[in-house]
């Protein structure tokens, strides 16, 4: 999720469900927080799965 923060009125504005911008509230700022740790374990696992074994024979279809 993005956070913006308006230039002139420095209003806190993120993007909801629906792609639509909403006011930055602690409870979006959670989630958004949430989803964040997710996106970010979700890659370590995906770097370390990324490495190939040379000992094994790769095949392709």
């Keep these: ?3 913006y923060t308006c ?3 420095k ?3 993120t993007t909801n469900g629906k792609g ?3 006011e930055l509230t602690p409870k979006f700022k959670e ?3 949430v ?10 696992i995906r770097l370390k799965t990324d490495k190939v074994n ?3 024979l790769l095949f392709s279809h």
């Design 7 to 9: 230039y002139n009125c």
């Design 11 to 13: 209003k806190q504005l």
């Design 31 to 33: 989630i958004n927080d």
């Design 54 to 56: 040379k000992d094994l």
């Design 20 to 22: 639509n911008l909403t």
């Design 35 to 44: 989803l964040e740790r997710i996106h970010q374990k979700k890659n370590r």
């Design 1 to 3: 999720m993005k956070e």
